[in-house]
């Protein structure tokens, strides 16, 4: 069976349901009979031999009305940017400015409160990407996007299988309930982002209740060795409270868990097979790392820390990590930030008892990585929810 049959609505006639209408018709069933035997409404077995069946029709035939049905059921017409020539421009001039989806739908209603007809959805500005047709969006637009994908990727199904560790491992679901109410500071995600060949990588890890972001440099692979020792060495100099638990993926690099365990006071878990957004706050900032480090590019061009946390500081302005009002919760004072950030590049600036913010030393500042965005640019890309 089709993927797309698979997925539809059971309130639907299926093939196969109309392919045993097509036999039971031709044994003599009455509409009556073919209904109980399918478990459907009487009505429904009327409506559909009179609907998809044609004057030229021998008989009725269960292939050709479901073809029939499928047809009629799709209602093609002009999408909304299709239709309005000055919507289409506002949002094609975000996406030439790198902006996704999401960012420009929020946008739209924060900017035209008075336009509720401009109030898209991501997913429809997804749609006139890919699937515009005649007055939709430019198809060379997708290279704007952080996926910079022509065409929309299949997800793979979640396929069962066990933890891949020697030494015991944790299950999400083992976690502690705080960590799941974003109610202290020190727990945390992380997750590899990849280049090409899988030949080198960077370590991202996030705080789930500050969104503060540290970028783990690998110079040396990302072996399971390798990886808890710069794990350890980008840690260690995180206060204890600071370090309650990490929660990552199931791959092949955190094989030495256990001993990276100890760094923690609640241990390390694992997220289930195929499921990222049991790690939700990670792959979500994944996305914003991409556009610093696009997919496809050489990681070990920019594996130093220097780059490393120039990136890290543009991405706590520009993405308002720490709050929604884009200070950093309070706890992560100013040295528990410079020890985070790795280093020289760095000054603090203090917004008050209510928080503060990490910014960028102008001696970070030549690196072309930054791609525009730096903090007096202003084109460049709002934060999180369109911020």
Not at 7 to 36: K, P
Request: charge should be positive; proline fraction near 5%.
């Amino acid at each position: 069976m089709r993927r797309g049959e698979a997925s539809r609505s059971g309130r639907y006639l299926s093939l196969l349901e109309r392919q045993r209408i097509a036999t039971l018709r031709r044994l003599g069933l009455g509409v009556r009979r073919i209904a109980a035997e399918l478990g459907r409404n009487p009505s429904t077995i009327s409506r559909e031999l009179r609907r998809h069946r044609r004057g030229h029709d021998r008989n009725y035939d269960g292939d050709l009305a479901h073809a029939r049905a499928r047809e009629a059921a799709r209602r093609p017409r002009r999408n909304r940017l299709s239709r309005d020539e000055q919507l289409r421009q506002i949002v094609q001039a975000k996406l030439e400015l790198e902006w996704s989806p999401e960012q420009i739908a929020a946008h739209l209603r924060s900017g035209y409160p008075d336009r509720p007809d401009w109030h898209l959805c991501h997913e429809t500005i997804y749609q006139a990407l890919y699937h515009g047709g005649k007055g939709g969006l430019s198809r060379t637009l997708t290279r704007r996007l952080r996926t910079g994908r022509p065409l929309r990727k299949r997800r793979r199904r979640a396929m069962a299988r066990q933890v891949r560790f020697i030494a015991p491992a944790k299950l999400i679901d083992a976690r502690p309930a705080e960590v799941s109410e974003r109610a202290r500071l020190g727990d945390w995600e992380g997750d590899l982002i990849v280049g090409p060949g899988s030949r080198s990588a960077i370590g991202t890890l996030v705080d789930r209740r500050s969104r503060y972001l540290l970028l783990v440099h690998l110079p040396d692979g990302h072996s399971a060795t390798a990886c808890r020792q710069a794990l350890q060495r980008r840690l260690a100099g995180l206060p204890e409270h600071l370090r309650q638990t990490l929660t990552w993926d199931q791959g092949s690099e955190m094989a030495q868990h256990d001993r990276l365990a100890t760094l923690f006071d609640q241990g390390v878990y694992f997220a289930y097979p195929a499921s990222p957004w049991q790690r939700g706050t990670n792959e979500n900032t994944n996305g914003l790392v991409r556009q610093y480090f696009p997919k496809g590019t050489d990681l070990r061009r920019f594996s130093t820390v220097e780059t490393l946390a120039a990136v890290t500081s543009v991405l706590a302005r520009a993405c308002g990590v720490g709050s929604r009002k884009g200070r950093l919760a309070p706890g992560f004072d100013a040295d528990i930030l410079a020890v985070a950030a790795g280093g020289p590049g760095f000054e603090v600036e203090d917004h008050g008892p209510t928080g503060r913010r990490l910014l960028l030393d102008t001696a970070c500042h030549h690196d072309g990585l930054l791609r525009g965005n730096t903090p007096n640019d202003p084109n460049r890309r709002p934060g999180v929810n369109g911020r």
